[in-house]
């Protein structure tokens, strides 16, 4: 069974403060591996699809990574607005409806 | 706006009443995916459509669960006699290639 683990639960960071969020997963052959973020009480927006170990992307202060096990979201100099819920999901090789396997989220604060 | 639609928004029930939430998925998208998400969770599969065709359900989808895609357009979920643990966001997926894009979910409060 495909698994998703993301950690920290919550992070708080000061303005300007980088880090790095984790997401872990067990998966039969991953076909893909996708970010979103999710502001309270809205649905998930995409962020980025990662397909292979070592691939990279960026946006604006964000860059998502993968490995064979996990990927991480790093956020660069955060602003306040970019509080708000991320959400890392797989997408299984034999998948054949390209279901997504969500992790339980990590929710950023970011104060000024 | 060309983005998932979903409606209501809202929805408060009593304890076994039914009630039915719409999605309208982004035109030619030919994939549909309803998904439950309760407070502090990740969003969970329940059904796709390809099409009108409902291709699989999650064991999450009790038979209290219907969900239909008629002309392969619009989708409609439904849930028979709710129970206060149906209480959760409902959010519609459509995809086309690579990537699926959410609605802004209907959150169902069962009281």
């Known amino acids: 069974e495909d698994q998703v683990t993301q950690s920290p639960e919550a992070l708080r960071l000061q303005e300007g403060e980088s880090s790095s969020l984790n997401c872990s997963y067990t998966?039969?052959?991953?076909?893909?591996l996708f970010w979103y973020r999710q502001d309270p009480g809205k649905g998930p927006e995409f962020l980025f699809t990662?397909?292979?170990a070592g691939e990279e992307k960026e946006k604006e202060r964000l860059k998502a990574t993968l490995t064979k096990k996990e990927s991480f979201l790093h956020i660069t100099a955060p602003k306040p607005e970019d509080s708000a819920t991320y959400l890392c999901?797989?997408?299984?090789?034999?998948?054949?409806?390209?279901?997504?396997?969500f992790g339980g989220g990590t929710r950023l604060m970011v104060k000024p | 706006d060309t983005g998932v639609s979903q409606d209501p928004r809202h929805k408060i029930t009593k304890r076994g009443q039914n009630v039915t939430f719409r999605c309208d998925p982004i035109?030619?998208?030919?994939?549909l995916y309803w998904y439950r998400q309760t407070l502090g969770q990740g969003p969970e599969f329940l059904t796709y459509?390809?099409?009108?065709?409902?291709?699989?359900k999650s064991r999450l989808l009790s038979d209290r669960f219907s969900a239909e895609r008629p002309k392969g357009s619009f989708s409609t979920l439904e849930i028979q006699r709710t129970e206060q643990g149906d209480s959760a966001m409902y959010l519609c997926?459509?995809?086309?290639?690579?990537?699926?894009?959410f609605g802004q979910g209907t959150r169902l409060t069962v009281v």
């Open positions: 997926a459509s995809r086309k290639e690579t990537k699926a894009f």
């Open positions: 998966v039969s052959g991953l076909r893909g």
């Open positions: 990662l397909y292979s």
């Open positions: 999901a797989v997408q299984a090789r034999g998948n054949a409806g390209n279901m997504l396997t």
């Open positions: 035109s030619e998208h030919n994939r």
């Open positions: 459509f390809q099409n009108e065709a409902q291709l699989e």
